[in-house]
């Protein structure tokens, strides 16, 4: 993949040594480069931001910086010395601490004891707590970042926003460790924060910089331009390049993050054209609500690819298992192909000809130590039964036909599903609900998610080849990118509703702007 | 509908992750050897030990065992653990003894059919109230004892007339106890149904990974309370051999096999984690556990003893047979 | 703390949902609450339940099962599960009855035999513990196999011949009283309130604790809790250890049987309380309300007339309840519950 954007911003040489310097950080997982040579400096007193498409390699970035994660190749640097973090303590030791995305507090103890925990110092004696000192020393944290929290307060009778507070208040304790001024990690803090207490954050992060470096990463461009001081953007595991924050918006750290913007031809373009009387839509939603999604309305036509875009806690992953049954709703109408569909269960949906891929394909996609003739062939008993018997001949003609058609790679059917790549592994997985012959509505959650760009490719193709067998599809895709290259619609989803729907069709196609436009 | 997909092949390795290794293949086939080495060892001991009288009171000793333990697998299987078998075999032989002078031959499908509905009634508690199974199963314990008690007023219930379950002390072909026989069909049967349905690959992927079982729209629910009530049946079962054996029902009868069983079937290789496993390793774990029962005594070791092998024997086959990738933090 | 090879920083993640705020819930006051509708009622139906004299009794008769529920409060809090008690209880029921004077041996060890017995008891638990953090087998599984090997050993001391107790100190604990209730109800209390500052002003505790809420986020904030686990488990196990003891004070005789039942009395006492399964949720006090709510309620079932045998069925239905209850507010679809 070519760099299309030269770093835009020269090195300028700093007055001192960099707090923190990473060079040339690779990390494979097996089938993905997370990490494909990473650089990235952070200085002292610096509000870094870091931004990326998901799947860029930020998460992998950070976890390497905090010891999660061993890179395969590369070096880090803090403060001029190379180092090796092996552990989140040694991290720590080293004065890099990590704000966590999923607060990392422990929630039935006391802010204090978080806020401390794991380096309690005089706060506990001989195993016996003081709880003065305890509390003495968690309000020296709090007053560095003048939060006004009762210290002995227990953390989950904490608003999101407090804890946030704590937790910058336990991260800032590794001053005590290294005696140097800390590197700060925050990683999506405002996600889940209202706007108000976002502006409390940026105050937080303001003040940290008199007398700490800051990594900040957030999926909302504005925020970071907002709050950083230079910007540094990763694609695909690599540093695209740099920007200072003076002069620059959100489309042109958009352009980087999501690179030539006209080679979406990998996504397979509709073909198909589709008959202009609208025959009725296969599935249509009506006021669905759940847990996390309201009123929401929905029409998805055979052969159809309807994307569903929206950020964290748009509820978009909790609707597409609502169709499948798999997550409770609370009100609505759904109907597939004009009968009302069950949603009181999985089963009921499968049965309807409902197939869902979810996410976490190695915890609910497959079995991993069952073979991938048991995977397939999990769901549609008819394919591979004669009465309420298995007929081994039956099921083994019928996996080895699907091995073959999906071109499978795997020594035999018997071959344990875990022990095959990614991409192998998905197909096996969407192969699951085609062997009945009687799929109409896919839900796909994140399809690609942690494949390769060849077995991306050939998810997509797959894709477009049963859409246009009639497949009706709701896609949640793993970028915009990669939702606007195969949908025909996009519905963007907001706070739990659908805040609009754009149109999708070959040759003119919305951009990925036009979308977070309406996302955020 | 046929869906005409084709997809072009990608240079990629066919196989990512790594086999069984030679360690695993040994581990599966510990319950075999250790069955072969405690036999041999028995015959070294004592040379009269393979001769027909005192292997016929072993596979009379071992039936029971086999039953409950066969039963209990399934559960397991499915992930869960099921600590009521013992108590509802126990509260079954009083059902039995009770029940045998007015029943006649229809008490045995009668108890059978009870301890079924017991099970079945645990599973439906676990799965409806998502309670952990072996709470579930722990309450049940103490609540069929209970009952076992009440009914029994805490006494031997005796068995004057057992000619409705006299069969099961009866030979096949001379040599084989006909109770060793029933265990061993039961073990047949019950493994038969389920590698000829869809069942084997419900039941093994409930146990492997229940969520992804339940996206994939098997019954998960069904095949739990199943499994539970399978467990119940084989303890109903056990407890009819037993009476036979033993001419009474007692409210504590079968108490002391719950650590056996258990034990039988963690030795067999079945992992508690789920998924893994199967009744034809239970029944080799239960013979294994019997020829420790019968052959200590024989080498001159206190059978105080055996409960303290037991609980070593239960701890070191989990350890072995675990599968440590499922679970991140233990328990 | 092998991060999947995926990268999780997308949307799929629904983002941790702030929680609704609690203040002094109904699960923290309600044991509370039944407790004393249940003596109440009680006390309204049977004369004989509301006499100075049963209420002795009830906290006798709760003594051990105090002592006992104050070990296993602890494992619990941490989210695991023990059901080692009885085997515990059995094998120091019986080496202190052949420590102190007996019928069995010259042995006279007195005060120092009664440690040995609860160290015993901590010993065993210390299996427990390391079997779960050494070879990584889940609580109640280590638990089951130390409470068989517990039995066996008691067993093994057992021998054939019961051993009698004769020492004058251990006999007075279960009949000596002080303003009417027996030393054993005093130990009881000590225990609780040695549990109970144990739990608050430990670092064991409070870790404990934090293991069950949390154990995840103690491990990235440095903390190893594999130590930590250990020490809960032999903690417990001693505790069990001096409830052998105390069981054997109560009847005069070391008994292979002495811990039966208190595993699962104890586990239900806790669960009564307001101790959670899942760990993190209830202490010391709590499990002290559920200890007296289980008695009263075995006691007072009793005065009315009902059977004593049906004490464990109770029990049972209690147990299976009240977890059913405490998981009612954590229910989600497509969860797994093994």
Redesign the interface.
């Known amino acids: 993949m070519s760099i299309d954007f030269d770093k835009q911003v020269e090195r300028t040489a700093p007055a001192r040594v960099p707090a923190l310097e990473v060079r040339g950080l690779v990390k494979h997982y097996p089938g993905v480069k997370a990490l494909d040579g990473v650089d990235l400096v952070v200085h002292q007193h610096e509000v870094l931001g870091l931004a990326g498409e998901n799947g860029a390699g930020k998460s992998t970035l950070l976890k390497t910086l905090v010891g999660l994660v061993k890179p395969d190749h590369g070096e880090i640097y803090v403060r001029g010395e190379r180092v090796r973090l092996r552990s989140i303590v040694e991290a720590a030791d080293h004065g890099i601490g990590m704000v966590f995305q999923e607060q990392s507090l422990v929630p039935n103890l006391t802010a204090a004891e978080n806020i401390v925990l794991g380096s309690e110092g005089p706060g506990v004696r001989r195993g016996i707590y003081r709880w003065d000192a305890m509390r003495r020393l968690a309000q020296e944290q709090l007053d560095k970042i003048a939060s006004h929290i009762d210290p002995l307060a227990r953390t989950d009778t904490l608003s999101f926003a407090d804890r946030q507070m704590v937790e910058i208040a336990k991260v800032l304790r590794i001053e005590q460790r290294s005696q140097h001024p800390p590197v700060v990690i925050l990683d999506e803090p405002t996600s889940v924060l209202e706007s108000k207490e976002i502006e409390t954050l940026f105050t937080q992060v303001r003040r940290l910089r008199e007398f700490a470096s800051v990594v900040f990463v957030s999926h909302r461009l504005d925020e970071i331009l907002d709050v950083c001081d230079r910007v540094a953007v990763l694609r695909n595991g690599e540093s695209v390049g740099e920007v200072q924050v003076a002069g620059t918006v959100p489309a042109d750290l958009h352009r980087m993050m999501i690179g030539s913007t006209g080679s979406d031809d990998h996504y397979h373009d509709n073909v198909v054209e589709r008959s202009d009387e609208a025959p009725a839509p296969r599935l249509t939603v009506r006021r669905l609500s759940g847990r996390t999604f309201r009123d929401v309305d929905l029409d998805v036509h055979a052969g159809e690819i309807v994307a569903v875009v929206g950020v964290h806690g748009s509820g978009r992953e909790d609707l597409c298992r609502a169709l499948f049954g798999a997550e409770p709703t609370t009100a609505g109408e759904v109907t597939l192909d004009g009968k009302p569909l069950d949603l009181s269960g999985t089963r009921a949906a499968c049965a309807a000809g409902v197939g869902y891929v979810p996410a976490e394909r190695k915890v609910e996609g497959m079995v991993g130590p069952m073979s991938v003739a048991d995977n397939m062939t999990l769901t549609k008993q008819k394919a591979r039964c004669s009465g309420p018997l298995v007929s081994p001949r039956k099921q083994a003609s019928l996996v080895d036909r699907w091995i073959d058609r999906l071109s499978i790679r795997t020594p035999n059917r018997g071959t344990a599903i875990q022990r095959l790549s990614g991409g192998n592994q998905q197909k096996v997985v969407l192969a699951r609900w085609l062997v009945g012959g009687d799929i109409r509505l896919l839900l796909l959650d994140h399809p690609t998610r942690g494949l390769d760009i060849g077995a991306r490719s050939e998810v997509y193709r797959l894709m477009r080849e049963l859409s246009n067998n009639g497949v009706a599809t709701v896609l949640l895709a793993d970028s915009l990118e990669e939702a606007i290259g195969l949908a025909d619609r996009i519905v963007v989803m907001s706070d739990g509703r659908v805040a609009t729907e754009v149109a999708c069709p070959a040759g003119a196609k919305p951009t990925p702007l036009d979308l977070v436009k309406e996302m955020v | 509908m046929s869906t005409p997909v084709t997809v072009k092949p990608m240079a990629e390795p066919v196989v990512v992750g790594r086999g069984p290794s030679l360690a695993d293949r040994l581990t599966s086939f510990m319950p075999v050897i250790a069955l072969l080495a405690l036999l041999t060892a028995l015959t070294i001991a004592d040379p009269d030990f393979l001769t027909r009288r005192s292997l016929t009171a072993a596979a009379f000793t071992a039936a029971p065992l086999i039953v409950l333990a066969a039963g209990a697998t399934l559960v397991v299987l499915c992930g869960g653990i099921d600590l009521s078998i013992a108590a509802m075999a126990s509260l079954s032989t009083v059902f039995l003894a009770l029940w045998l002078p007015d029943l006649g031959a229809f008490a045995t499908p009668a108890v059978i059919g009870v301890a079924a509905l017991f099970g079945a009634v645990q599973g439906a508690a676990h799965v409806l109230l998502r309670i952990p199974s072996f709470i579930v199963t722990l309450g049940g314990m103490s609540i069929f004892s209970a009952v076992a008690l009440v009914v029994s007023d805490a006494g031997t219930v005796p068995v004057v007339d057992d000619s409705a379950i006299s069969w099961l002390n009866l030979y096949v072909a001379t040599y084989i106890p006909m109770s060793v026989a029933v265990a061993v069909i039961v073990v047949v049967a019950i493994s038969l149904v389920i590698k000829a349905t869809p069942l084997q690959s419900w039941v093994r992927a409930t146990g492997y990974s229940e969520s992804a079982a339940r996206l994939a729209g098997i019954p998960v629910d069904l095949v739990k309370i199943g499994a539970f009530c399978v467990s119940g049946a084989c303890a109903g079962l056990a407890a009819v051999m037993l009476v036979s054996r033993n001419f009474s029902g007692n409210p504590s009868m079968a108490d002391n096999l719950l650590l056996p069983a258990v034990a039988a079937i963690v030795v067999g290789g079945t992992a508690i984690t789920g998924g893994h496993g199967s009744l034809w390793r239970s029944l080799t774990g239960a013979l294994v556990v019997t020829l420790l029962r019968v052959g200590l005594p024989i080498v001159g070791v206190p059978s105080a003893w055996e409960q303290i092998l037991y609980g070593a024997i239960i701890v070191a086959a989990v350890a072995l047979t675990l599968d440590r990738s499922k679970v991140l933090i233990i328990k | 703390?092998?991060?999947?090879?995926?990268?999780?920083?997308?949307?799929?993640?629904?983002?941790?949902?702030?929680?609704p705020?609690?203040?002094v819930s109904f699960r923290d006051a309600g044991p509370t609450a039944a407790l004393l509708v249940i003596f109440v009622g009680f006390a309204a139906w049977s004369s004989q339940f509301r006499s100075i004299d049963n209420v002795q009794n009830i906290m006798d008769a709760a003594a051990v099962l105090a002592v006992v529920t104050c070990g296993i409060t602890f494992v619990l809090m941490?989210?695991?599960?023990d059901?080692s008690a009885a085997?515990v209880m059995g094998a120091s029921a019986l080496a202190v009855a052949l420590l102190v004077e007996n019928n069995r041996n010259g042995n006279d060890l007195g005060l120092l035999g009664i440690a040995l017995a609860v160290l015993l008891g901590a010993a065993l638990g210390a299996v427990s513990g390391l079997?779960?953090v050494l070879?990584?087998?889940?609580?109640?599984?280590?638990t089951?196999?130390?409470?068989?090997?517990?039995?066996?050993?008691a067993?093994?001391m057992?021998g054939g011949v019961q051993p009698n107790i004769s020492d004058k100190m251990l006999e007075s604990w279960a009949t000596e009283r002080i303003l009417g209730f027996t030393y054993l109800t005093w130990i009881a209390a000590g225990c609780v309130l040695v549990g109970w500052l144990i739990q608050?002003?430990?670092?064991?505790g409070?870790y404990a604790?934090?293991i069950?809420?949390?154990?995840?986020?103690?491990a990235?904030?440095?903390?190893k809790v594999a130590p930590y686990k250990v020490a809960v488990f032999t903690f417990a196990g001693a505790f069990y250890g001096l409830g052998g003891v105390m069981v054997t004070s109560q009847l005069g005789a070391g008994l292979v049987q002495a811990g039966e039942g208190y595993d699962?009395s104890a586990?239900t006492a806790a669960v009564v309380g307001g101790t959670l399964?899942t760990?993190?949720?209830g202490g010391v006090l709590h499990s002290a309300i559920g200890v007296l709510l289980i008695m009263v309620l075995t006691n007072g079932l009793v005065q009315v007339g009902v059977?004593p045998?049906?004490?464990?069925?109770?029990?049972?239905?209690i147990?299976?309840a009240a977890?059913?209850a405490a998981?009612i507010p954590q229910?989600r679809?497509?969860?797994?519950?093994?």
Do not use: H
């Open positions: 703390m092998t991060p999947p090879a995926e990268d999780t920083e997308d949307t799929a993640v629904v983002a941790a949902r702030p929680r705020r609690r203040a941490m989210g695991s599960i059901l085997g079997a779960l070879l990584k087998v889940p609580s109640f599984m280590t089951l196999g130390v409470s068989a090997i517990g039995l066996g050993l067993t093994l057992f608050r002003y430990t670092r064991l409070r604790f934090a069950g809420g949390a154990e995840e986020v103690l990235l904030s440095g903390v699962f586990i399964l760990g993190g949720r059977s045998y049906w004490q464990g069925g109770v029990q049972g239905l147990v299976v977890v059913a998981v229910r679809r497509n969860q797994v519950v093994k």
